[in-house]
């Protein structure tokens, strides 16, 4: 039984998505106020969460970008402004699909699906004690500190390894430059953003098939960087 929560303050479009997803088996909680909903999202014991935008308290654009700082389940963000499509996709919140209204319900139901078990195959493939990390052609070993693309080993630095063992540990999560540059090399060093942007270059062409075409370190532009799933 998979727990869904919709945020969403139109009472009759979330009781006809509640409603659709409950034919389904699917088991709906519903919450109209942004902050409330995210605090809910944030407590847990949900697996997926279907997030209109505009939204009393708080909109569903903040709301995305909190819930990715703490969880990799999806998202769906459910908009009926056209205009807000480009918003989600360049602000790299990190949701995983975009709809808007007016949609089929049974479109969602299949979209909802879709991301349930792509999430499941994503979770299934890191195995639970957490030694390694699968995520389509490459491989991480944590305990040998080894680096596969297709089952290649790639020559990293110990900086590189660390690097795209963080990225790759938070699929879909935006990490700001910044942010990396504290979590990789702390204290110990005088560099600053810029040291991640060489890094993640190097990385890129010991990992990517096409540095240039990332499949697996995207840049979020003006931003940072995540780890593509
Ligand atoms: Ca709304």
Redesign the pocket.
């Known amino acids: 039984m998979k727990n869904i929560l919709i945020i969403?303050?139109?009472k009759a479009i979330a009781e006809l998505e509640r409603d659709y997803l409950e034919s389904y088996g699917f088991t709906v909680h519903i919450e109209g106020r942004g902050d409330i909903g995210l605090q809910k999202a944030l407590d847990g014991g949900y697996d997926l969460i279907i997030l209109?935008v505009?939204?009393p308290k708080m909109d569903g654009f903040e709301i995305c970008r909190q819930i990715r700082q703490s969880t990799n389940i999806p998202v769906l963000m459910v908009t009926a402004k056209k205009e807000d499509i480009d918003k989600i996709r360049g602000l790299g919140l990190g949701a995983d699909d975009y709809m808007t209204k007016p949609f089929s319900p049974s479109e969602l139901v299949a979209r909802v699906k879709a991301h349930l078990a792509r999430y499941e195959r994503l979770t299934a493939n890191n195995n639970e004690r957490g030694e390694h990390i699968r995520i389509r052609g490459l491989f991480i070993d944590k305990l040998s500190r080894r680096v596969m693309i297709h089952e290649k080993e790639a020559m990293l630095t110990s900086k590189e390894y660390e690097l795209v063992l963080l990225l790759a540990s938070h699929p879909n999560r935006v990490f700001e430059k910044e942010e990396l540059f504290e979590r990789i090399w702390g204290l110990e060093s005088n560099g600053d953003a810029a040291t991640v942007t060489v890094h993640i270059r190097r990385l890129r062409e010991k990992i990517e098939h096409d540095p240039s075409k990332p499949q697996y370190i995207e840049t979020i532009w003006g931003v940072g960087y995540r780890f593509k799933v």
């Open positions: 969403e303050d139109e209109d505009m939204l």
